[in-house]
């Protein structure tokens, strides 16, 4: 965090160095990131990604769109426009957030891009299935999604018992945990061994970590087999 001199912020161990939470999946031909956060521009430079085909929304709090703008740089390559996946309400916010984007008169060079919306029903990007997971983030209806036997679940701490059924069998599941107390919209780290246990997944990482929790090399070791901290970079074989 910006000023902190706390032991995680201060920490050495590369782990520790956190940029805002998205992941990128990579399918046969196809790459979908989830999340297009501040450190969008740097994420995609830093994982050296020369195409993108599309992005899907979680939901349309800053540290999950506000990067949107730099999705010009795949239009330039790839000639085309961004194609991005979000419900109703998280487009209309787009819309809001980046009015440039959507007006009228397009200055020449502003990211252009498509809207499909979802709805909490089965959907495909190109050959990769989704099923969304409606999850609340304190009472904002949010998204999580499975993709065959994963499932990425941040930015909630509620999941209705009718929703997790559409997580029965998954394999390996990313929960964001915020920090070890309680707090109004996140899962606590307590809370998100509870939904791993509970889920019965073979392994699961912790995700959209904030300071608060601590170094990784300490705060890991409160984990059960199965559950680690993930780090930025970190590659999982779905
Ligand atoms: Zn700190
Ligand atoms: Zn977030």
Known sequence: MIGCKCEACLSNDPHDHRLRSSILIQDQDSTIVIDTGPDFRQQMLRAGVSKLDAVLYTHEHRDHIAGLDDIRSFNFLQKKSMDL???????????????YIFNENKYPGIPRVILHEIRNQPFSIQHTDFIPIRMLHYEMPVFGFRIRDFAYLVDANFISAEEKKKLHGIRQVVIGALRKEKHHSHFSLEEAVELFLELGADEAYITHISHQMGRRAAYEKLLPEGMRSSYDGLVLEI
């Not at 996946?85 to 009015?99: A, T």
Request: aromatic residues 14%; proline residues 7%; without cysteine.
């Open 85 to 99: 996946y979000g419900e109703k309400r998280v487009l209309q916010s787009l819309r809001i957030s980046f009015p």
